[in-house]
C-alpha cells in the first residue's frame, strides 16, 4: 500500500531533505493515466507543461531518414513540423482552412502521395477554434498503412471519448490543465512498442528534458541519471486531478462536456449568432462563433468582462473573427454555459447589435431540462 | 517585520514541534479585523466557528442581576436569550413577525416599558430569511438610554456597511465565512470598553473556552492558561481571506453584495416571482421568495439541483414558505445571480407553473450593466 | 467509497459555497480515532483544542448530586475539578506532589473513605514534569467500584499503550499535536455507554459548544443545530497525521517514543544529571531533570537555543526546578534525542558545572544501536 | 501593490479556470533571485529543475562556430559538453581529478594554450564530493580575455557569496532546492548583455522550452508563444522559500552554511576520519569523508540509516571512497550536524573501526559555542 504524503511533504523535512516524488508513486499515478486513456501503452510523465511534451516526442522521433506526414490546424502542429525538421525528418505539411478542422480526404491523398510515411502527426480538437478533427476516420487510414501516429489529445482528454488502444494512438500527449480540470505543470505520453522502437533506434538523443529515451527507464522502474529530483508538487496535484475525475467518473466528465457544447450552440442559435464549426466537427471544450463584421472583438471582450464574463478571441478563416466561449473542466457547467452566452449577447446588443438573450436562456434552460 | 510562514508551516516541523500561531502575527490580525469593522475597539479572535463567539459574549455578559432585551428574528436570537438566562441573567424577548425585520416602533416601547436595561442583543441580518433590522435605528434608542450593545454581524460584515465605531456597537461578532468568504472555524468579537466593563465584574467566568475575560490578556498582549496552543490553520485561511478582501477594496465588496442583491430581485420581479422582503429590509447576502402555494419546495429545490445550482429552503411567516437564493461572498457575481434566477424560473416551469426565464435574464443583464 | 477532497477543496468553491467537513468522512474519521484508542465507544471530535473538550468533558457531566473524585497532578486536573464544581457537581481533590504521579494507595484511600463516588478523572500523562501516572491500577480499583472514569490521554495517546476498551476507560481525551504529531486544533473524545448514560440524563447542557449531548446526535449520523459549520481544515490535517501513524504502525509509534525516552534517560546518566522521576513513573514524550541549585534555568534554556536547541522550564517538587527535554512525535528521533542532551550538557557546562558531553553521545548512540 | 493569492488559487477556479501565475509577480520573483544574486542581468525563471536551465544555457549559447573551454568536476560538467557538442560547438574539455576541484594553473594554460574561446563553462561547488572550485580566481582569467562566462551556482547559491555582478558571471544558474530549501521544480538563470549578445545571434533555437532567447521576451515584459500556461505551484513554493531566506538574511544563511561545515569539519577531526578535501577548497553544503579501506560504504550507510542518519556515497579519486555528510539548507543546523558525525562515529565503530564519538560530540559543541 501506498504510503500517504501529507500537506507537510509538500514542503521540505529539516531531517530527511528536500522531498522527491517518490517512485511508487510515479507508477501509480502513470495506470491511472492509463486508465484515462484506456491504453495498456507505456505511461511516461513529464513535469513539465504539455508543449514540451509534444516537443519532447518530435524531438525523440526526429532522425534523418524519418518520413514525416503533419497535419496543421493551429500553431502547434506548426511547431511539430518545425522541431521534426530541426531534427533531421523529412516532413511534409498539410494545412487546413484556418479555424476548420483537416478534411480526411486530404490525408488519404497525402498518405497515398509519396514515398513511404513512417508518422503521422495531428492535434485531435484545436482550442483556437472550437474545431474537432476527424480522429478515428484518419487513425484508420494510418494504421492500414503501417504509419506511427502522434495525437496531441491536450483539448480534447476528458472532454471526448480518446481510447487509445482501441483507436491505435501510438502515442497520446495529454495535459491536465484542461477537460480534465487539473495542474498545467505535468503532462504525460502513452507510447506505443511502435513508437518506442523509432525513439530508441540508433541516435536517440539522450541527457536531456526532451529525450524519451532518457525516461524509459522511469518507466521500465529503475532511475537514471536525468531527471534527478523530481518535484512532487505538479504531480501532487496531479493525483488531486485524477481523484476527482475518478470520483464524477470518466464517462461522466466527456458527458457533462458534450452537454455544455450543445447547450451554448443552442444558446447561440437562439441569441441569433450561431457557432462557427457546425456540431459534428466541434471541440465540446470551446465553442467558437463569428463576430459580426461591423464589431471589433475587444469590445466585446470588454463589455462581456464588465460582467464578469472572460471571453476570448479564436482564429478563424479570413475575414472571419472568432469569439470563443469556454466551456473547459469546472467550466462545463450550466453557470458558465449560461452567462457565457448572456454575457456574449449582452456584448453584442452594447455594441449595437440585436441579440435575443431571452430567447438564448430559455434554449440553454431548455438544453440542461431535457 | 512579520516572518512569513510558509505552507511547510502548516504542517509540523521536526526541529521546533507543531507550530502555534505567533503572538506578533495575531495582534497583526487584530488590527485587520477592525479595519474591516471601522473600529478602534479590542478585537478577540476565537478558533472556532462564530455561533460559539456569540455564545461567549453571553456567557461573559450573563450574571444574576443583568437585564437584557433580546430581540429575536431567527433561531439564533432564541439562543442568545436562552445562554444569558442559563447565567442567570434577566432576559426579556422581543420576537419579530418570523421572516420579517423587527419593528423599530417594538423595540423603542420595550426599551422604555420596565426597569432599566443594561444589553441590547440583535442580529443584523438574517441568513434564514433573507431580511436586515434596522441597525441604525435600534443603536440610536440603545445609545441614547446607555443601553450596552451586542450584534450578530456575521451575516452581514462584508455585505453592508458595517462601521462598528460610528453606530456605536459595544460588541459586534463575525466571521469570516460569508460575505468576506474565509474560513469557518475561527471568528471575532469587536469589544468596547463599556463592555469590557460589564464583562470583568466580579465573578467573570474563567478557564473556559467561552470566557472572553480569559481572552483580554490576549488582546493585551501577553498569553495566560487558556487557550494554551493557538492551531494556526484557520487564522492563515483568515489572513488569506482579508487579502483577498482588502485588494478587492472593503468598500467594493459591499457594492457588489448590493449589486447581487438589487439584479436577483430585479430578475427575480420579471420572472413574475418577487422578493419576499421590500428592497429596504433586505439583506444583500441572501434573497428569499415565497413559494407559490401549490408547490413543494423540496420538487423546485430538487429541478434547479439537476441544473447544478442549489437553492435551499427558507425560514418566513406561516404559511409562507420561502425559497432562498445565495449570493454572498464569491456568488456574488453576475454568474451565480443569473443561473440562480434562472434555476429557480426552470423549476418552477416544470413544476407546472409559469414563469417568464426570458424576462428575468434581460432584467439581471440590465442591472448589471447599468 | 469516499470522495477524496482536493488541496482546492480546502479553500472555497464559487459554485458551492464555504466547503464543510462532509458527514460521510466525519464518521470514517472516528473510526480511524476509535483504532487508536482500540476502543468500540462512540468517538466525539470536537473542532478546538483538546483543553475545550476536557472542559466539555465536566461540563457535560457535572449536575448537582454528581460525586466526583478529582487526581491532581497538574494545573489540568485544577481546571477539571473547577469546571464539575461550577455545573454543580460534589468534588474531592486528591492532589500528588508536584512533579510526581499520584500514590495509587492515595486512590484507594480516597475512593473508599466517603460516600459513592461517580466519576473518578485523572490524568494520565504529565508533560510539565515527565511523569506518568499508575492507570492501570487506578482503573482497576475504579472498576471495581462502579465508578466511571475520565482520562486526559492528550500527552500519552500515540506515546503508551492506550488500550481504551480494556482498560475500561468511559471518557478518553485526546488530543493530535503531541505524539501523534498532527494538529492542535482538533481533539475528540470516547464515550462509553455507561458514560452517555450520565451525560444524558435530565438536565443535560445544550446548545453549547461544550455539550457533548449536542454532539451525540453527529456520533449517531444527523445533525442538529449546533455545531452549525463543521470547518474541515483542521480535519484534514488529522487525516493527515492519522495516514502516518498508520503508515508508521501505532506499536512503531510507541516504540519510537519508548526509546526516545530510554535514550534520553541513558544520555541524562552519562552526563551526570539523572532524570527528575524514576523510569516506571515516567512519561515517554518529555523527560525532565533537576537543575543543578546553584543554576538559573532561564541561562540554561538561552545556552542551548543558541545551538538551535528548545529546552523548557518544567514544573517539581520545590525545591527542585526542573529542565524538560522534549521527544515528543516527530522529535522521538535520534538527532534529536541527542541534540537535546548533548545541548544540555553544553549548556551546564557554559554555567561552569561540570557535565560528560561525551559519555552521553556515547550512551545514546548505544541505546539506539541496541 | 500584488494581488496576493491565497491557498485556494492553489487549485483551480469555476469561474476563471486553472490559474496561471501572473506576469506581475513574474517581474517581483525575478527582481528577488537578482537580489540573492546580488545582480542587475535579467532574470530569467525556468519552471524545471535545475539541469533543465543548465541545457537550456548550453544549448541556446551552442552554434558552430562557438568555441568553449569546458570544466570537468563532475557528471554535470559532462553533460554541458556533450549539450554544446551537440549544438555545433567546438569545445575543449579540462578535467579536474575525481573528487577535487580544478587547478588554476591548468584553467590559465587552457585559456592561453589554443585558438579565442569564447566561452568558458564550470560548476562552483560539487555535491559529489563537497569540493569548491575557485571561482574568483578563474573568472578574473576569463574576464582578463573576454571570454563570457557561465557558472552553474546551484550547488553554492545560499552556501557561500555569489556576487554574480561583482565577480563578472555573464550566465549564473541557480536552483532553490539545496541551501536556499526551496522546491526543486523551478530554476533560474542570470543572464548579462554580453550573454544576451551570444545567445540571440541568427539561429538562436525558438519555439523550444530550452530556448532562452524565447524567454527574452518575459524577461521584457511581454509574453509570447512558449511558454504557454504558467503553472504556478512551484513559483510560489520559491516565493516561499525566498520569504524565508529573506526573513533570515541571505548573508546569516550563508554564515549557517559555512559554521555547519566547519563544524562538521572540526567534529569528523576529533572523530579520527578528517574531510576529504582541504578546508579552503570545500563545499558548506557537503562534506564528504574517505571510507576507510577494509570497510564497505554500504555497509556504514545501513548501520547509520538504523539511526534515522541518511548518509550517501560520494564520488572521489580512485581508489578513495566518500561518504557525504549533507549539511544543506534545513540541514545547517547544530541537531543535524552533530548527528551525522555521531551517527558516522557510531556506524564506523559497528564495522570495528575505532572512532572517537565523544570527542567528536565536544568538538562540535564548541564549534558551535565559539
Redesign the interface.
Known amino acids: 500500500m501506498l504510503?500517504?504524503l501529507?500537506?507537510?511533504?509538500?514542503?521540505?523535512?529539516?531531517?530527511?531533505?528536500?522531498p522527491?516524488y517518490p517512485a511508487e508513486r510515479y507508477a501509480v499515478l502513470a495506470d491511472r493515466i492509463g486508465g484515462i486513456l484506456r491504453s495498456r501503452n507505456d505511461i511516461v510523465l513529464m513535469?513539465?507543461?504539455a508543449?514540451?511534451a509534444l516537443?519532447a516526442a518530435a524531438v525523440s522521433l526526429a532522425r534523418p531518414g524519418l518520413s514525416a506526414l503533419n497535419i496543421i490546424t493551429s500553431?502547434y502542429g506548426g511547431?511539430f513540423g518545425?522541431?521534426l525538421r530541426?531534427g533531421g525528418a523529412t516532413v511534409r505539411d498539410i494545412v487546413a482552412e484556418p479555424g476548420l478542422p483537416i478534411e480526411i480526404e486530404a490525408v488519404a491523398k497525402a498518405l497515398d502521395a509519396g514515398p513511404h510515411i513512417d508518422v503521422l502527426a495531428l492535434v485531435h480538437a484545436e482550442s483556437a477554434s472550437g474545431s474537432l478533427n476527424p480522429l478515428p476516420e484518419i487513425l484508420a487510414l494510418a494504421r492500414a498503412r503501417g504509419v506511427v501516429t502522434v495525437v496531441d489529445a491536450v483539448a480534447s482528454v476528458g472532454g471526448h471519448r480518446l481510447d487509445v488502444d482501441d483507436l491505435g494512438i501510438d502515442i497520446a500527449v495529454i495535459g491536465p490543465?484542461?477537460a480534465l480540470?487539473?495542474?498545467?505543470?505535468?503532462s504525460a505520453l502513452s507510447v506505443s512498442g511502435r513508437a518506442w522502437h523509432l525513439i530508441l533506434r540508433d541516435g536517440a538523443?539522450r541527457?536531456?528534458?526532451?529525450s524519451l529515451a532518457d525516461q524509459k527507464s522511469w518507466v521500465d522502474g529503475g532511475r537514471r541519471?536525468?531527471?534527478?529530483?523530481?518535484?512532487p508538487?505538479?504531480f501532487?496535484?496531479l493525483e488531486?486531478?485524477l481523484?476527482?475525475i475518478e470520483?464524477e467518473g470518466l464517462e461522466n466528465v466527456v458527458a457533462r462536456h458534450a452537454l455544455a457544447a450543445s447547450a451554448t450552440r443552442a444558446g447561440l442559435a437562439a441569441l441569433g449568432a450561431p457557432a462557427w464549426v457546425p456540431a459534428a466537427k466541434a471541440s465540446n471544450l470551446v465553442t467558437a462563433v463569428p463576430v459580426p463584421k461591423a464589431l471589433a472583438p475587444a469590445a466585446l471582450i470588454a463589455a462581456a468582462g464588465?460582467?464578469?464574463?472572460?471571453l476570448t478571441e479564436g482564429v478563424g478563416t479570413a475575414p472571419a473573427r472568432l469569439m470563443r466561449l469556454?466551456h473547459?473542466?469546472?467550466?462545463a457547467?450550466?453557470?458558465?454555459v449560461?452567462?457565457n452566452v448572456?454575457?456574449y449577447?449582452?456584448a453584442l446588443r452594447?455594441a449595437g447589435h440585436p441579440s435575443d438573450?431571452?430567447?438564448?436562456?430559455?434554449a440553454?434552460?431548455a438544453a440542461?431540462?431535457s
Open positions: 504510503k500517504e501529507s500537506m507537510s511533504d509538500l514542503g521540505w523535512n529539516p531531517l530527511h531533505g528536500v522527491s513535469q513539465a507543461e508543449v514540451v516537443e500553431t511547431w518545425q522541431w530541426r490543465q484542461k480540470g487539473g495542474p498545467a505543470g505535468v538523443p541527457d536531456s528534458i526532451l541519471g536525468l531527471p534527478g529530483t523530481p518535484a508538487l505538479e501532487f496535484a488531486k486531478a481523484d476527482r470520483a464588465q460582467l464578469g464574463v472572460e469556454n473547459t473542466g469546472p467550466r457547467a450550466f453557470q458558465t449560461l452567462s448572456v454575457a449577447g449582452a452594447q438573450i431571452a430567447a438564448a436562456s430559455e440553454i434552460s440542461y431540462r
